[in-house]
């Protein structure tokens, strides 16, 4: 009798715990359904810090944050300039889980590109979707898990700068990143146009940041002028350019705003913080309104300034003409 009474009380006490755990286990998820809100995890790539890329991130995360609030987890990882640090990292996301990457830069797209073909992909900062993703019938989308902003300003806008802030120039070199692919793209636009102009052009590139020096010297010593486009290595190493191009006299016209501030006398810019955060606000759609990264269109920077350094003009005798907005240099 006493053995079936302590086995009765021992079985009686296992259903109240049970109880207990599957009472408990009801109302967190009667908590979790009842505030129907996800927290949605975002990887972010960044190829290298420097001005223009950091405000596209600030931008993307800004928009993200204004439309969720707390309900969003940003995972900012910078490659520091490595296409194959970009492979690391995406592929990190990608085993954890990410529920959306935002690619920053051409080499971080095209290595978000290589790891999955699930997770959706938002770039920012890519001057040319079709080269960077080596699409030969290019449509305005991706057709792929891929879609986002572009960083691309008129070039030929740009090249016409030559001939109404340098009009006596004759040599024109032409500054790039060999590795990244929208560099070249750039080069090849510009150089067309400005050979139609009536310059005589000669593309100076490094294969990364331990030749710029070299490479710059050698094209400030054969050019009247140099045009650098929207490159994410020149734009880390605006510094040495500077070092080098100012004490040459040799003026630069520059693709985006961070390289002019850093070494440039004047751009046709585009601003990175908002097309950083319109790819933020195609970041909710996606993840959101379940819009699908395959059929949106890449969409394009409007508000387009020209910009110049007063100082650096003034000093190298360059008459501004109007409709050039003064960019202070930081």
Request: with cysteine.
């Amino acid at each position: 009798m006493k053995i079936k009474k302590l086995s009765a009380m021992i079985l009686a006490g296992a259903m109240a715990v049970t109880a207990l755990a599957g009472c408990g286990a009801k109302t967190a998820d009667t908590e979790k359904s009842a505030s129907g809100e996800k927290t949605y995890k975002i990887g972010m790539c960044q190829l290298v810090q420097h001005e223009a890329l950091d405000k596209a991130s600030e931008g993307f995360q800004d928009a993200l944050k204004e439309k969720l609030g707390d309900k969003v987890e940003f995972d900012l990882q910078n490659a520091a300039g490595d296409s194959a640090t970009c492979a690391t990292i995406v592929n990190q996301f990608v085993s954890s889980g990410s529920d959306l990457i935002f690619a920053n830069a051409t080499p971080a797209l095209q290595a978000a590109a290589a790891a999955t073909s699930d997770i959706p992909v938002i770039g920012t900062s890519i001057t040319d979707y079709a080269t960077a993703l080596d699409i030969d019938d290019w449509s305005g989308v991706t057709g792929r898990n891929i879609t986002g902003t572009s960083d691309l300003a008129p070039l030929a806008e740009q090249a016409a700068m030559f001939k109404e802030l340098l009009p006596d120039a004759k040599k024109i070199g032409l500054l790039y990143c060999s590795s990244e692919a929208n560099s070249k793209y750039q080069v090849d636009v510009v150089t067309e146009a400005l050979t139609k102009l009536g310059y005589e052009c000669t593309p100076y590139a490094f294969a990364d940041s331990n030749d710029v020096a070299a490479v710059t010297t050698t094209a400030c010593e054969n050019s009247d002028a140099l045009y650098i486009p929207t490159d994410n290595t020149a734009a880390a190493n605006t510094e040495i350019i500077a070092n080098i191009a100012n004490p040459a006299k040799i003026p630069v016209i520059a693709g985006e705003e961070g390289i002019c501030n850093g070494c440039g006398i004047a751009t046709l810019s585009i601003s990175y913080y908002s097309i950083g955060k319109v790819a933020g606000e195609m970041a909710y759609e996606v993840l959101v309104n379940g819009a699908d990264p395959a059929t949106m269109e890449i969409k394009y920077a409007d508000d387009l300034t020209k910009k110049y350094v007063k100082e650096r003009a003034e000093q190298l005798g360059i008459t501004v003409p109007e409709g050039y907005e003064e960019l202070v240099v930081e």
